[in-house]
């Protein structure tokens, strides 16, 4: 469950069209003076307005003004990253432009900014490995989405922009009853969760599955897959109290802060000396080889991650003596190496979310302008759950842009405008500059 407020009703601005945006746009632009115009295009709202398509309005948005985008870049490795306006750039036949509204923040673009992540980008880049957002434009052999769509994505990077241009086959649609809030929250946590429950470690009903890094936002997704989809019962464990309670209430039965003690005799407290069934580890380190240690005859370990900051060796003896098995999790790799199965744990996590089986917790949400307050958020471990970019252009309740991020007729087919995200909280901006560094004491 997000603990984020209420929400706040703030309409941000649209970047104005200069320069080669006002050529593009042309007279066309220029009309929205004239007030015989703006009578004309109120009348034409009222009696044509309902059967406007959401196409139409993105394609104007794009082909009428040819306005520059704003983009979190990474100029230099291992310092800030800025916001700067970007020129859109046309779409080749196989890519969709997607007006992006939300995308999730993960430790891998943090990473990938200290230049430390497996998969390098050539400088400078936009960070961003998910995202939801309205599909603005398509190219000519694309048939899987078309404009208005709203989906999700995973490009790999560069989500971190107003528009992102990516291949048609990295976008999933979004089921009717998911926000795009919470789509943006889904693709990362979510798929690795289900592909290690389901797919690495055949989790069955009635199982033990142990969680470390509990409180993140794959731990989180862990226990509500575990709990809500498979009927499995869940250890958490977490590095805080106040952690573990969030992943008691998350659906956890029962929870260990392992910064108070060994996490072996905790779980052996828990479940005797039988063991746990599961094991999924973020942490890396001690930590996993106390988890190692905690598993019961035939038991499996899934490697997810090192958040610990120690990649540890697995004593084989371990695993001989008690026939478990230890695997990793790479779930990016699945992209390239089984598309379908990777595909279908996506489209598992949506339609999970459709049906209100899961529901994804949301920590915190920030600004595009404050990418830098939520990276040092991250790395300073004091975010729980998933953080979240909320890209500005404006959204009316259908979810369109507004303003003149939107078209060039400044809100005149104004169909009712909402706050963009109607929970969505402003974070108060924290002006410490981005560090890298990270106390691997808390995970």
């Not at 926000?179 to 798929?191: I, N, T």
């Not at 379908?340 to 489209?347: E, I, Y």
């Not at 500005?392 to 003149?404: L, T």
Request: hydrophobic residues 40%.
């Amino acid at each position: 469950m997000s603990h984020v407020p209420g929400p706040v009703a703030r309409r941000p601005r649209a970047l104005p069209v200069t320069g080669a945006g006002q050529a593009a746009a042309g007279s066309y632009c220029r009309t929205r003076t004239s007030p015989l115009w703006r009578h004309l295009l109120w009348a034409m709202a009222a009696a044509w307005g309902r059967f406007l398509s959401r196409a139409w309005l993105c394609r104007t948005a794009w082909q009428g003004c040819g306005r520059n985008y704003r983009a979190a870049l990474c100029a230099e490795l291992k310092r800030p990253l800025v916001i700067e306006e970007v020129t859109p750039r046309p779409v080749q036949p196989h890519e969709v432009r997607v007006n992006v509204h939300f995308c999730g923040i993960n430790f891998a673009d943090i990473l990938a900014c200290q230049g430390q992540y497996q998969e390098r980008h050539q400088l400078p880049f936009t960070p961003g490995m998910e995202f939801s957002g309205m599909v603005l434009e398509t190219g000519t052999d694309v048939s899987t989405v078309k404009e208005g769509d709203r989906v999700i994505g995973l490009p790999g990077f560069s989500g971190m922009a107003e528009e992102c241009i990516t291949d048609h086959k990295n976008l999933w649609q979004i089921p009717e009853k998911v926000s795009l809030r919470e789509a943006a929250a889904l693709p990362v946590s979510y798929g690795t969760a289900i592909f290690a429950l389901e797919h690495r470690a055949c989790t069955q009903p009635g199982e033990t599955v142990l969680v470390t890094a509990a409180a993140g936002a794959t731990g989180l997704a862990v226990i509500d897959v575990a709990t809500n989809i498979l009927q499995a019962k869940v250890i958490a464990a977490a590095g805080s109290d106040e952690k573990c309670q969030l992943a008691m209430q998350s659906g956890a039965q029962s929870s260990v802060n392992y910064s108070r003690g060994s996490l072996k005799e905790a779980v052996g407290k828990l479940v005797g000396s039988g063991g746990v069934n599961v094991v999924i580890d973020m942490v890396g380190g001690d930590i996993f080889l106390e988890a190692l240690r905690s598993l019961a005859y035939e038991g499996r370990i899934v490697v997810v991650g090192f958040a610990g900051g120690t990649i540890a060796s697995v004593p084989a003896n371990l695993l001989l003596l008690k026939n478990v098995t230890a695997m990793g999790l790479y779930w990016g790799r699945y992209r390239q190496q089984n598309f379908p199965v990777f595909s279908r744990s996506l489209s598992s996590a949506l339609q999970y979310c459709q049906e209100g089986r899961i529901q994804p917790h949301i920590g915190e949400v920030f600004e595009l302008e404050e990418v830098n307050d939520a990276f040092l958020h991250v790395t300073q471990r004091k975010s729980t759950g998933k953080m979240v970019i909320a890209v500005h252009y404006g959204r009316k309740a259908d979810g369109h842009p507004e303003g003149e991020s939107t078209s060039c007729l400044e809100g005149h087919l104004n169909f009712g405008y909402v706050p963009w995200e109607s929970d969505l909280e402003q974070t108060v901006a924290r002006q410490t500059p981005l560090s890298m560094g990270f106390s691997r004491q808390e995970y």
